[in-house]
């Protein structure tokens, strides 16, 4: 005799409950994303950092003040060109980078190159708010070092200590993603972003 229908179905949800389930943060990533690897970023970075630079340099050529602040802090000019020079660079890399992850490319053109999107955790697209934010918590880890810029004539060893402790502060920030099981650096972890190798279609 077949036992009563409760417990037939008692013990096929005991056995469904033993069989272990994916975490959800990985199931509902879209098939074929991976998590960006070191290199590939890194690569990626060093494409932007060129863009960046001959914007940067354009607008320099084109407005007349210097590119950057500690290649004129010995030239004699004045305090306001220096001054003009660090607020543009910072505007440009944070526009920069906003306006590129928060649209639908999802990347900057380095990351995009590289087959790179900027997401949240479930491949879902990131906003301008979290874009700025990302960015931002990179900008601020240099700003103690453009505070400082003043003081590399007057005050060399304590510039340098500063550049030090900003330099260890980026390499750790960026060397997470080396050894982070969804690699991701000290910005995505604050921010709640990852960064995915994608597909060339479908994004």
């Known amino acids: 005799m077949d036992p009563p229908l409760n417990q037939r179905t008692r013990g096929t949800m005991s056995v469904e409950t033993a069989v272990p389930t994916l975490p959800l943060q990985n199931s509902t990533i879209p098939v074929g994303w991976t998590y ?14 060129l863009i960046l630079f001959v914007v940067s340099l354009t607008l320099a050529v084109a407005f007349g003040y210097p590119l950057a602040p500690q290649m004129s802090a010995g030239s004699g000019a004045p305090p306001v060109a220096l001054g003009t020079a660090t607020v543009v660079n910072i505007a440009l890399y944070l526009t920069y980078h906003t306006l590129f992850v928060a649209s ?10 590289m087959t790179l999107v900027v997401a949240r955790p479930d491949g879902g697209r990131v906003g301008p708010g979290i874009a700025f934010a990302r ?3 990179q900008e601020l880890l240099t700003l103690p070092l453009l505070l400082m810029q ?4 007057t005050a060399p060893l304590l510039y340098l200590a500063v550049a030090l402790v900003v330099c260890v502060a980026l390499l750790v920030n960026y060397l997470m993603v080396a050894f982070t099981d969804q690699k991701t650096a000290g910005h995505d972890r604050i921010c709640g ?4 190798k994608t597909p060339d279609e479908g994004i």
């Open 150 to 153: 003043s003081q590399a004539k």
């Open 193 to 196: 972003t990852r960064v995915f």
């Open 104 to 113: 639908g490319m999802r990347a900057t053109p380095g990351k995009r190159f």
């Open 36 to 49: 960006g690897g070191f290199w590939r970023r890194a690569l990626a970075a060093l494409i932007d950092t």
């Open 135 to 137: 960015i931002g918590v």
